[in-house]
């Protein structure tokens, strides 16, 4: 499929309609970090859909007046953000003709706290796009739910390159890779559910909220410095070569190999973020230090309790259920917790 394919049919009739959607947060296992002119990636990436971490997302859409866009976080009125759903907007038009002929009052609140960390632009921006499709289906009434569910994500990835993650539960890769048909640059596709080990199904994610509140550097800043990190280009062949090995562990059921290419990943990424120039750092010391008692805790009991990184500082701890969670949960309670800054964990299991 081609950008060609996503173009908006010119005959549509709008009229007045609210619509409501929600749609879940996601963690990278192979990690998105870098990209091309209109929000194409420089690798591809996988990601588990998470649960409970969540955007509900209100959106009025009001003929007669001009274009306009006001929102609403958690009740209270955002100007930044409307603007920046308004540039979103014109930007998308060629996809959704009637876009730009109403007033938008766009409500939206987030399941887990404002300032945790916890990336709200995959869910965020994944709440829009499935707005704005159903606003899309009551104008023109043409879409199946498959090309609906695609040009949803496509058009997330217009907002927030990962959100276009967060259209399909399970696994979800984004990004044109050989070891995954039908994958693309332009949208994310689900990762077959036959190729995925029964233990990768039931899996928890637990972030501990290490540091709440605004990101020293953006991911938007941070993918831009790629352009000129002297290790990119070895960095997204990195990526594209370890689709080969995440297929292997996904079908077999690895556990082994999956931590250790997971928690590579993880260090890869804020790695590259330490060699840019100029260097930032989103690890905190009790980054460091919870990852220190993972490999500890490991090592003394060979529990699966492993973790990966966000863009931030938090630590999203990955463990299945597969009879030795209680233990590794009473652990994380015990000696994790304490590196947070208010006891912050928000428990979260991947959606299947
Ligand atoms: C580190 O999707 O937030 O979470 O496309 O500029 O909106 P933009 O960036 P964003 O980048 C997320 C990067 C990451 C890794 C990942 O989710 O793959």
Not at 255 to 284: C, G
Request: glycine share 6%.
């Amino acid at each position: 499929m081609t950008t060609q394919d996503f173009i908006g049919k010119e005959n549509f009739t709008i009229h007045t309609q609210t619509v409501s959607e929600s749609c879940p947060s996601n963690i990278a296992l192979i990690k998105y970090w870098g990209k091309y002119a209109d929000q194409i990636p420089a690798n591809p990436s996988i990601s588990y859909t998470l649960n409970h971490c969540k955007t509900n997302t209100s959106m009025e859409f009001i003929v007669d007046e001009a274009f306009s866009v006001q929102t609403f976080l958690a009740g209270n009125e955002e100007v930044k953000f409307a603007e920046k759903i308004e540039k979103y907007f014109k930007n998308i038009e060629q996809y959704l003709p009637w876009i730009l002929k109403g007033k938008y009052v766009i409500r939206t609140e987030n399941t887990f706290p404002h300032s945790s960390g916890i990336a709200s632009s995959a869910s965020g921006f994944g709440a829009i796009a499935k707005c704005l499709m159903a606003l899309d289906a009551s104008f023109t009434g043409r879409n199946s739910e498959e090309e609906s569910l695609r040009k949803a994500s496509f058009l997330a990835r217009l907002g927030s390159g990962s959100a276009c993650r967060s259209l399909y539960n399970g696994l979800v890769v984004w990004g044109k890779t050989d070891e995954v048909e039908e994958s693309s640059d332009l949208f994310g596709v689900q990762y077959p559910d036959d190729e995925i080990h029964e233990v990768f199904k039931n899996f928890n994610d637990w972030v501990l909220l290490i540091h709440e509140g605004q990101k020293s550097v953006s991911s938007t800043v941070g993918h831009g410095l790629m352009n000129t990190n002297p290790y990119a280009e070895r960095r997204f062949q990195e990526a594209r070569e370890n689709f080969v090995p995440m297929k292997e562990i996904l079908k077999n059921g690895d556990m082994e190999r999956f931590i250790k290419l997971v928690e590579h990943e993880a260090l890869t990424l804020h790695a590259m973020m330490m060699m840019s120039d100029p260097a930032f750092i989103l690890m905190k010391t009790g980054t460091l230090e919870v990852i220190n008692k993972i490999w500890d805790f490991r090592r003394e009991t060979r529990l699966p309790l492993f973790f990966t990184l966000d863009a931030g500082a938090n630590v999203h701890l990955l463990f299945p259920n597969n009879g030795s969670e209680e233990q590794i949960k009473a652990f994380i309670e015990a000696e994790l917790l304490q590196h947070t800054q208010k006891n912050g964990v928000v428990k979260d299991v991947m959606k299947f």
